[in-house]
């Protein structure tokens, strides 16, 4: 079992939609959560990241985290067509020599239709 | 301000030869991470640099792969012997390092592997 499980999708939605992506996880040493997006042939960026439990919310975008189930998710809503990209799911906790490594998730592919 | 950059953004090379992968971090940033994503999956990471050491090496996947990082800035990734499965897409990213606070990390466009 892979530490961080991502329904690869694909997912598609017409314009306007609410989108809702999620993973679980199964390392409870991890800390933070982030999402990032990926455009294609371009590197990740930060959406957003929590730190432990609770929610957070940038514009149209919300993160949850659930540590008692291992369980995150991003909510997208008013989803637009420049919201088509890949989202991955990424984790991390303090490790060797002060690593911050991210663990990622395989990424889910959204397109959004107008 | 500049991000992280890297080149060559694409390499084709032959199985057997021997690659270098070039990544140029953000000013000031201290910690820097080499990333490989294979097709369809996430970024999984091979290596952690503080400054010019390498303080986490625990994804190399073999010791074909090696990075320095001498001046503590610039960083490259050496594949010795390349095989058609080091094909991927090679993400650098690097932050600044706070202790306990979070430190997020900037990705370069990645350079593009063909291995044929």
């Known amino acids: 079992q892979k530490e961080v499980e991502q329904d690869p999708g694909p997912l598609s939605v017409p314009e306007g939609a609410i989108v809702s992506l999620n993973c679980t996880y199964s390392n409870s040493a991890f800390q933070y959560f982030m999402w990032y997006r990926q455009y294609s042939r371009k590197g990740p960026e930060l959406l957003m990241y929590t730190y432990s439990s609770g929610n957070k919310e940038d514009g149209r975008f919300t993160a949850q985290v659930d540590k008692s189930s291992k369980y995150i998710s991003l909510f997208i809503r008013d989803s637009q067509p420049s919201d088509s990209a890949t989202y991955l799911c990424a984790m991390s906790g303090r490790t060797q020599g002060g690593s911050e490594k991210l663990v990622f998730g395989k990424g889910t592919k959204l397109t959004v239709n107008p | 301000g500049a991000g992280v950059s890297q080149t060559p953004s694409n390499k084709v090379t032959e199985k057997g030869k021997y690659v270098e992968l070039r990544c140029d971090p953000i000013?000031?940033?201290?910690?820097l991470y080499w990333y490989r994503q294979s097709l369809g999956q996430g970024p999984e990471f091979l290596i952690y640099f503080q400054g010019t050491g390498a303080a986490d090496d625990s994804g190399l996947p073999n010791d074909r792969f090696f990075a320095v990082r001498p001046e503590g800035s610039v960083s490259t990734l050496k594949i010795q012997r390349t095989e058609r499965g080091d094909s991927a897409v090679y993400l650098c990213?690097?932050?600044?390092?706070?202790?306990?606070?979070?430190?997020?990390?900037?990705f370069g466009p990645g350079t593009r592997l063909t291995v044929l």
């Open positions: 000013s000031g940033h201290t910690a």
């Open positions: 990213a690097s932050s600044s390092y706070g202790g306990g606070a979070y430190n997020e990390q900037f």
